[in-house]
């Protein structure tokens, strides 16, 4: 039985943090403040972005993520503590469920140690925010249909397609994407899995109006996107696999309100 396993050391260290984290939320989760419409979630991510600032000055984000890159180091325990105290509360992070709840295990999961060391503390402090990139527009449900293709030249892969219903991804400084890597294979095969600037030039997001005036899915296209060779996540032509394991990420994150379940 590992650290990460076990309760708190004592009684009292758990009943200390539990009033630390009920201290903190008492004076900072008091709901968010929408004035009037909020079609592109503008002001609902802000505020879930400044609150986790707040969570992560005060000693409270990545609970059981390695100190290394970022996190805490502290057990399950400490984690489940949290999520009683924050249940209670008005949940402010709703905003961040496709970024902590699913983005960043995988990060923490199949990163290499340069690119956890790169990215995981600024994910775990909102000071970044990450969207998913499976869906696209011919492929409907059928997610390993992809047409997105990615090509290696030299130390950079190329990148052209276009993804859909892509959730703020015009909030979004990072984003996980899956692309065809190899034709040639089965089409569960022959998918790799990579990190995305959305920031970049080469990416153009553009809104999906819904019939609820909502405007926070996207279409997002791709045209000659440069992305690293190191930004790839997981091995070549492995990403159906890991693009499952995020998908069971959703289930978790979503079916628990990502923090407070």
Not at 116 to 128: G, N, P, T, V
Request: charged residues 25%; negative net charge.
């Amino acid at each position: 039985m590992t650290e990460h396993d076990t309760l708190a050391e004592t009684e009292a260290e758990a009943e200390a943090f539990r009033h630390r984290c009920r201290a903190f939320l008492a004076e900072h989760a008091t709901g968010l403040d929408i004035v009037g419409d909020d079609p592109r979630s503008d002001q609902a991510v802000a505020q879930a972005r400044a609150f986790q600032a707040k969570v992560a000055e005060a000693g409270l984000a990545g609970i059981t993520y390695p100190v290394e890159f970022g996190g805490l180091g502290l057990t399950k325990s400490h984690e489940r503590i949290w999520r009683e105290e924050y249940a209670k509360s008005p949940d402010m992070t709703g905003q961040l469920t496709i970024s902590h709840g699913m983005c960043m295990p995988m990060m923490a999961e199949y990163g290499t140690d340069e690119q956890r060391r790169m990215f995981l503390s600024k994910m775990i402090s909102a000071e970044h925010l990450w969207c998913q990139m499976f869906s696209e527009p011919g492929a409907g449900s059928d997610v390993a249909s992809l047409q997105t293709r990615a090509v290696l030249d030299g130390d950079e892969w190329t990148i052209n397609g276009q993804k859909v219903w892509t959730t703020l991804a015009h909030q979004c400084d990072y984003g996980i994407l899956i692309a065809r890597t190899d034709p040639e294979q089965p089409k569960h095969r022959g998918i790799t899995m990579f990190i995305v600037d959305m920031k970049d030039p080469a990416v153009e997001i553009r809104p999906i109006n819904q019939i609820d005036g909502g405007t926070h899915f996207n279409e997002v296209f791709f045209t000659d996107l440069r992305v690293p060779r190191d930004w790839q996540i997981g091995d070549l032509n492995d990403g159906w696999r890991l693009a499952t394991a995020m998908l069971m990420y959703e289930r978790v994150a979503i079916g628990t309100g990502q923090t407070s379940g």
